[in-house]
């Protein structure tokens, strides 16, 4: 019977399965420590997360200034078409 956990990758590992789902350690090898898998693509103290936001997601180019301002001036016209329809009534 596997353990609930594999103990050397981490996965979960269901009650009839015959080796691990991720690094394939099963009652053959006995879990043993040559099953591990030693490239998981875990952090170390060399990762550089600029460079893998950068290779992941490309140059961050921020949101166009233009844009902020078109936003402010649809919410001030909003603003105004409200206040002449309720003001616009009343008269």
């Given amino acids: ?10 996965a ?3 009650r009839n399965a015959k080796a691990c789902p991720e690094c394939g350690a099963d009652e053959t090898t ?10 998981l693509g ?3 103290e060399d990762f ?11 140059k961050a180019s921020g949101r166009p ?4 301002r078109l936003w402010w001036v649809v919410a001030v ?3 105004a078409a409200l206040l002449l329809l309720i003001f616009g009534g009343l008269l």
């Fill in 1 to 10: 019977m596997p353990p609930e956990i594999c103990p050397h990758c981490g």
């Fill in 12 to 14: 979960g590992v269901s």
């Fill in 30 to 39: 006995g879990w043993s420590e040559d099953a591990a898998v030693g490239n």
């Fill in 42 to 44: 875990l952090p170390d």
């Fill in 48 to 58: 550089d997360y600029p460079r893998f936001v950068e290779e992941e997601f490309g």
């Fill in 65 to 68: 200034r233009g844009l902020r």
């Fill in 77 to 79: 016209g909003i603003v």
